[in-house]
């Protein structure tokens, strides 16, 4: 596991954030209103010594060494190299669910941005529901570390990423859908919220701080 630190964005950070929400879908317009009415803390995870001015250049990569060293590299038959992306994943998830498991009957929702309700529903992942034709995960404490993963990397567009843990709950039914005013409501209880950053290699986060 890479080793990072916990490193505070303040005013750039919320702002980033801001942006990341905006005119996007119903749920990111709900936590969008909490972020702006409620008080907070943004913060990022980062290598020990990154520069605080690295850390406001939230669209750029290399932000781990790793991915620098060309680590775990695969030489490819025809000529070049495969680089796979190392990312924070593991600890944005650990993040999600360190915070869902303190508050008793909270939820995970993850934006699924690209696909459509009606071209997904023959094919559901077991955490996915639907919301009109938007397409979101749902996770609880239950759910295992793994299947976390999937739901924030496939809702992992690199230009938009969105998770969140809720207080309020979300109740589904067979067909797995619910309303926008459900969600929205939901959105409105976020306790933390993480958007994708650094061209998918972290993320930055808010954490409420008001009771």
């Not at 001015?53 to 060494?65: C, H």
């Not at 979101?136 to 295992?144: A, I, N, V």
């Not at 843990?165 to 005013?181: N, Q, S």
């Amino acid at each position: 596991m890479t080793n990072v630190e916990r490193r505070d964005l303040g005013d750039a950070g919320r702002s980033y954030i801001r942006n990341h929400l905006t005119g996007i879908n119903v749920f990111c317009s709900g936590l969008l209103q909490t972020l702006n009415s409620e008080l907070g803390e943004c913060f990022t995870l980062a290598p020990p010594g990154t520069p605080d001015a690295r850390l406001v250049l939230f669209d750029e990569g290399a932000l781990l060494p790793d991915n620098l060293l060309r680590k775990g590299a695969i030489s490819l038959s025809g000529g070049g190299l495969l680089v796979p992306v190392i990312s924070l994943i593991e600890q944005q998830v650990h993040l999600l669910k360190g915070t869902l498991i303190a508050s008793a009957g909270s939820v995970c929702v993850v934006d699924d941005f690209n696909p459509r309700w009606s071209d997904l529903s023959p094919h559901l992942a077991p955490t996915a529901f639907g919301v009109g034709e938007e397409v979101y995960h749902l996770l609880t404490e239950d759910h295992s570390d793994d299947q976390f993963i999937s739901a924030v990397c496939t809702g992992n567009a690199l230009w938009h990423g969105v998770s969140a843990v809720c207080r309020d709950p979300i109740a589904l039914g067979v067909v797995r859908e619910t309303t926008a005013e459900v969600l929205m409501q939901c959105a409105k209880s976020a306790l933390l919220i993480t958007c994708t950053a650094f061209d998918g290699e972290g993320f930055v986060a808010w954490r409420r701080t008001s009771v």
